[in-house]
T-cell receptor, first 116, second 117 residues
Framework: AQKVTQAQTEISVVEKEDVTLDCVYE???????LFWYKQPPSGELVFLIR??????QNEISGRYSWNFQKSTSSFNFTITASQVVDSAVYFC?????????????FGKGTMLLVSP | AAGVIQSPRHLIKEKRETATLKCYPI?????VYWYQQGPGQDPQFLIS???????DKGSIPDRFSAQQFSDYHSELNMSSLELGDSALYFC????????????????FGPGTRLTVT
């Protein structure tokens, strides 16, 4: 069973629009970490955020914000006033205490295309 | 700040050849991970090492082997290469102790793009 689901394969927006990338996860562990990574066309994986399962406080970092809701097993990512440079594939990932946090399980990714 | 170093960045091999990818973790990091990302796919975990011992194993083919050396760098050896091995290979490192950075947070290298022809 897929542990991390990113239902949106591709999203296209126009610059300055707000966009939300969805992430739903599945785990039996009560302790886990959730992550978001950005992969621009150059290929590297850029770390964006890590969230502990016990910390449901939403976080804002500039134009980025994250909404973590354990009740719905979701960890959604919103970009406000999107820019062309935000165009990339975004991955949500899960790391579980049961595996000793030894692996990251990624979702299939959401490709975000921001046009001028 | 020092990051994870991977070499080479690009590698072209022919079918049935062998390839060796190298990874140099962030200083004081004790755990190294290898991931394989095929075209248009998400990264898939291959194998990890903690303190030079294999700690976890994912979907790594038998044709592949890896190890972590005394200086903590790691090498992924790939033999009898197949066209399907063409992918981006990421190495990541982390620390089980806060002195090495955020606990368990994996820092990724830039990747090695392997093309098998």
């Amino acid at each position: 069973a897929q542990k991390v689901t990113q239902a949106q394969t591709e999203i296209s927006v126009v610059e300055k629009e707000d966009v939300t990338l969805d992430c739903v996860y599945e785990t039996r562990d009560t302790t886990y970490y959730l992550f978001w990574y950005k992969q621009p066309p150059s290929g590297e994986l850029v770390f964006l955020i890590r969230r502990n399962s016990f910390d449901e406080q939403n976080e804002i970092s500039g134009r980025y914000s994250w909404n973590f809701q354990k009740s719905t097993s979701s960890f959604n990512f919103t970009i406000t006033a999107s820019q062309v440079v935000d165009s990339a594939v975004y991955f949500c990932a899960l790391s579980e205490a049961g595996s000793g946090y030894s692996t990251l399980t990624f979702g299939k990714g959401t490709m975000l295309l921001v046009s001028p | 700040a020092a990051g994870v170093i991977q070499s080479p960045r690009h590698l072209i091999k022919e079918k049935r050849e062998t390839a060796t990818l190298k990874c140099y973790p962030i200083p004081r990091h004790d755990t190294v991970y290898w991931y394989q990302q095929g075209p248009g796919q998400d990264p898939q975990f291959l194998i990890s090492f903690y303190e030079k011992m294999q700690s976890d194993k994912g979907s790594i083919p038998d044709r592949f082997s890896a190890q972590q050396f005394s200086d903590y760098h790691s090498e992924l050896n790939m033999s009898s290469l197949e066209l399907g091995d063409s992918a981006l290979y990421f190495c990541a490192s982390s620390s089980r102790f806060k002195s090495g950075g955020a606990l368990y947070e994996q820092y990724f290298g830039p990747g090695t793009r392997l093309t098998v022809t």
